[in-house]
């Protein structure tokens, strides 16, 4: 995968298929180092599932016997010297936390986050995201619950909605990145 | 700037069309994208984007474009699937925005298969 945003956009729809009613994506950037939190309510992992989930031969699937996302991401976080951890627990949900070092020359792009995060809701309507990208001169936020609230009952599927969901983070974005 | 007014004038603007379309649900045609590992990584997300535009602009009030996990063919995605009532389901393999765009003209609102994308062109 090219851009930081298709690993996040793959990683979150493992906390879909975990049964989630919220996922926050967190990316905050310091001195160098870029930390992506993906983060859910969903149905956590067993100690035993979590000791091989960056095994590229294990999966939830039945129809093959490969999972590449988790081994996509840690190996593309590892590339730059980074570092790669997933915490979960059954009923407890699972956090994954990746580091990037920015300055390497393996590091991937951040590419179009606002079209993962757009995704994510389009494909998963009922669930809430809340997406906070923190650097030193700016920061690009969206919560979803914030938006049903003003939405008083329009779909966020909507095509108006998910077209102001990408612009509005695209324009946020765009307020700090060089 | 935009603000969460917009998303208030969206909801006005929705309100007052949600009567047009709900008469036309059962014409309903279904578009769906493959969004698993293996489709992400192939391009579905640009596709995906590339397919809610056209739907959008166009105002097809009665196409919905969902999402799907893997299909089951990795190395032809990315994978768009066609769902017409009463048609056989039509499979379209290695999209590219600007195919599926020729799609959603041409199969989805002139109901003529695009058959050079289909995964019995591609096989």
């Known amino acids: 995968m090219k851009e930081l945003s298709l690993h996040i956009l793959d990683i979150a729809m493992n906390s879909v298929k975990a049964g989630a009613s919220l996922i926050e994506i967190t990316l905050t950037e310091a001195g160098g180092v870029l930390t992506v939190t993906v983060r859910d309510d969903g149905a956590g992992m067993t100690p035993e599932f979590l000791a091989t989930v960056t095994d590229p031969f294990t999966t939830t699937r039945t129809t093959r016997k490969v999972g590449l996302g988790i081994p996509l991401l840690k190996l593309a976080a590892e590339q730059t010297g980074g570092t790669f951890a997933i915490e979960s627990a059954p009923g407890a949900g699972t956090t994954v936390t990746t580091a990037f070092h920015t300055g390497h020359m393996d590091n991937p792009p951040l590419g179009d986050i606002a079209g993962s995060v757009m995704s994510l809701i389009q494909g998963s309507p009922d669930i809430d995201v809340v997406y906070t990208h923190s650097a030193p001169a700016g920061e690009a936020s969206l919560d979803t619950r914030v938006l049903r609230e003003a939405l008083g009952g329009i779909p966020l599927e909507s095509p108006d909605v998910l077209l102001w969901i990408q612009q509005t983070i695209e324009e946020e974005e765009r307020s700090f990145q060089p | ?123």
């Open chain 2, 1 to 123: 700037m935009k603000s969460i007014e917009d998303l208030k004038k969206i909801r006005e603007e929705t309100l007052k069309n949600i009567n047009l379309r709900k008469e036309d649900n059962d014409h309903a045609v279904r578009v769906v994208v493959g969004m698993a590992t293996c489709g992400i990584a192939a391009g579905a997300r640009p596709v995906l984007a590339a397919c809610l535009e056209e739907v959008r602009v166009r105002n097809l009030a009665d196409v919905a474009v969902t999402q799907t996990g893997c299909i089951g063919v990795c190395r032809l995605e990315p994978i768009v699937e066609v769902f017409t009532p009463g048609q056989e389901k039509v499979t379209y393999v290695k999209m590219t925005p600007e195919k599926a765009r020729r799609v959603i003209a041409e199969h989805v609102v002139n109901r003529q298969v695009v058959s050079e994308y289909t995964i019995g062109a591609a096989e």
